[in-house]
């Protein structure tokens, strides 16, 4: 039997996203969905086949059972796309190393489905599409949170002029949930970003560790601190 090393659970779901991308009318690298109106098309076609439309799922349809899985997938531009990857490369080794390959699949899968489902759920009568992996990656954050409070990760904030800075995870976390919170309270269930997703996946992945582990799991040190750039 080979044994796993190292984050392959991590690297193989941000192989499977830059793929599913790179072969999605979304990338506009693939010329067989045209160009213009007929790309628009595709792209919108895309979205409601794979991704989730709250209507349609709460509505009981067989046909949607699978969308919040394979909306996990799902990239809504290369932004979207680069931004989610970035997080959960930073964030995601870390924790898979704790968790173990199995129990973190698992666990990546159930966040980022539960996330997608609370979101529907509060947006039942919107046909607005809704993908992306947020959802899953936020629980990665919260399970982090709890696992590695104290790690460093160097992080970029607008109003300090975009200067990289160090703080323990702990601040750069609890900081990220506090705005997608806002966010969430402040947005309504047009199109944009699902900052609801995000609060639901952050607090199950955190509760998920603390039920999971307790306090005793928290590691206070770790060889190989954690680095990783972008707006938390």
């Known amino acids: 039997m080979i ?10 779901v941000i192989g499977a996203c830059f793929l599913v991308f790179l072969i999605s ?19 919108s076609s895309y979205f409601r086949r794979w991704g989730i439309v709250p209507a349609e799922l709460l509505g009981g349809s067989p046909d949607v059972l699978l969308s919040p899985l394979t909306a996990l997938f799902v990239s809504g531009s290369w932004l979207h796309l680069l931004g989610n990857m970035l ?26 489905c539960l996330a997608l489902l ?8 919107s046909d607005q599409t809704l993908v992306g992996a947020s959802g899953a ?7 982090f949170l709890h696992l590695f409070p104290r790690a460093r990760v160097t992080s970029l904030f607008p109003f300090l002029f975009f ?10 976390l609890i900081f990220w949930f506090v705005l997608q919170w806002l966010a969430a309270r402040g947005a309504d269930s047009g199109p944009g970003v699902a900052y609801l997703a995000h609060v639901v996946g952050f607090c199950l992945g ?3 560790a603390w039920v999971r582990f307790g306090r005793g799991a928290r590691v ?3 060889p190989a601190a954690t680095e990783g750039e972008g707006q938390p």
């Open 87 to 112: 997080f959960l490369y930073v964030f995601g080794a870390m924790t898979e190393e704790r968790l173990g390959h199995l129990e973190f699949a698992l666990f990546y899968a159930g966040c980022g």
């Open 220 to 222: 206070k040190a770790h």
């Open 25 to 43: 009318p979304v990338s506009g690298l693939n010329p067989s969905y045209g160009t213009g109106d007929a790309l628009l098309a595709a792209q």
């Open 163 to 172: 200067l990289p800075l160090r703080f323990p995870a702990w601040i750069v």
């Open 137 to 143: 990656i936020s629980g990665v954050l919260g399970a």
């Open 206 to 208: 955190f509760l998920y």
């Open 3 to 12: 044994a796993w090393r190292g984050p392959t659970v991590t690297y193989a």
């Open 118 to 125: 609370g979101y529907a759920m509060a947006h039942a009568d």
